[in-house]
């Protein structure tokens, strides 16, 4: 599966921030792995989102591990994938 590079666009108020949801693993996936698919959304702290948040530090490291964010490649570290 060959997926252009993602680029995202600034946001749109100071007051968004992105969420990342991560799509269930599809149970049909045979012996080739598939990377991790997620999908990124624009959204408002005035709309109180529901989510549960991860740190991470990303200093030091190499993004090496090909993931799939909105249909899209995303190279991350293999502690985040």
């Known amino acids: ?3 252009d590079l993602l680029h ?3 946001l749109s108020s100071p007051s968004h921030f992105r969420l990342v949801y991560i799509k269930p693993e599809e149970s049909s996936r045979d012996q ?3 990377p991790v698919e997620v ?3 624009e959204v408002s702290l005035e ?3 529901i989510y549960e948040a991860v740190s991470y530090a990303w200093e030091g490291q190499q993004a090496t591990e090909q993931i799939i964010c909105n ?3 995303l190279y991350v570290t293999s502690n985040v994938e």
């Open 39 to 41: 999908e990124l959304c």
């Open 71 to 73: 249909g899209k490649a």
């Open 8 to 10: 995202y666009n600034k």
């Open 1 to 3: 599966m060959d997926h």
């Open 47 to 49: 709309d109180s989102p």
């Open 32 to 34: 080739i792995q598939s």
